[in-house]
T-cell receptor
Framework: GENVEQHPSTLSVQEGDSAVIKCTYS??????FPWYKQELGKRPQLIID?????GEKKDQRIAVTLNKTAKHFSLHITETQPEDSAVYFC??????????????FGSGTQLTVLP | DVKVTQSSRYLVKRTGEKVFLECVQD?????MFWYRQDPGLGLRLIYF???????EKGDIPEGYSVSREKKERFSLILESASTNQTSMYLC??????????FGPGTRLTVL
């Protein structure tokens, strides 16, 4: 099955700096890569996603890049703000999941933005 | 507005008890999922269901079972709870665009 590795597990940045979280996946047939943000005590929420026919996608201060050859994708947050502090999860869709669309998640990154 | 609800936010049970965690979605989604979330391990898939009465094992199904009698409800069952099943349990359902919507979670403690 799919295996997703996420780094780093914790990341601290100064407010206004950029943050980058990286993930690698094992199944070359995976074709959908979402990122979820989970604030303390709340449910994970989708913040951005990318499909394998696209190399980069941007939404205001967040962007995701995908390198299919190397099987890795990254989340970039620019001009970080204290409200960006949260746990971020990457995921990859298993292409061979049959009838259901199944995601495999990374282990998460705790991002702390220091004021 | 998308809505996924779980029956309890916090639950305390004793070793050996049978535990039911309920998840309900009002979006007519076919696919529903149960995950457990543990520090440093991310979200791990326990079971999922792609239709009524249909279920498939995820990555860590041991010690769990599920029930999907109606489309909107997906139940996770711990037949005989053990202390290593203390965790946060998250239910999710999926849109046609593949976005998973999560419930608020149930923090289960097994004593």
């Amino acid at each position: 099955g799919e295996n997703v590795e996420q780094h780093p597990s914790t990341l601290s940045v100064q407010e206004g700096d950029s943050a980058v979280i990286k993930c690698t996946y094992s199944d070359s047939a995976s074709n959908y890569f979402p990122w979820y943000k989970q604030e303390l005590g709340k449910r994970p929420q989708l913040i951005i996603d990318i499909r394998s026919n696209v190399g980069e996608k941007k939404d205001q201060r967040i962007a995701v890049t995908l390198n299919k050859t190397a099987k890795h994708f990254s989340l970039h947050i620019t001009e970080t703000q204290p409200e960006d502090s949260a746990v971020y999860f990457c995921a990859a869709e298993m292409a061979s999941s049959g009838s259901a669309r199944q995601l495999t998640f990374g282990s998460g990154t705790q991002l702390t933005v220091l004021p | 507005d998308v809505k996924v609800t779980q029956s309890s936010r916090y639950l305390v049970k004793r070793t050996g008890e049978k535990v039911f965690l309920e998840c309900v979605q009002d979006m007519d989604h076919e696919n529903m999922f149960w995950y457990r979330q543990d520090p440093g391990l991310g979200l791990r898939l326990i079971y999922f269901s792609y239709d009524v009465k249909m279920k498939e094992k995820g990555d860590i199904p041991e010690g769990y079972s599920v029930s999907r009698e109606k489309k909107e409800r997906f139940s996770l069952i711990l037949e005989s709870a053990s202390t290593n099943q203390t965790s946060m349990y998250l239910c999710a359902s999926i849109t046609g665009y593949n976005e998973q919507f999560f419930g608020p979670g149930t923090r289960l403690t097994v004593l």
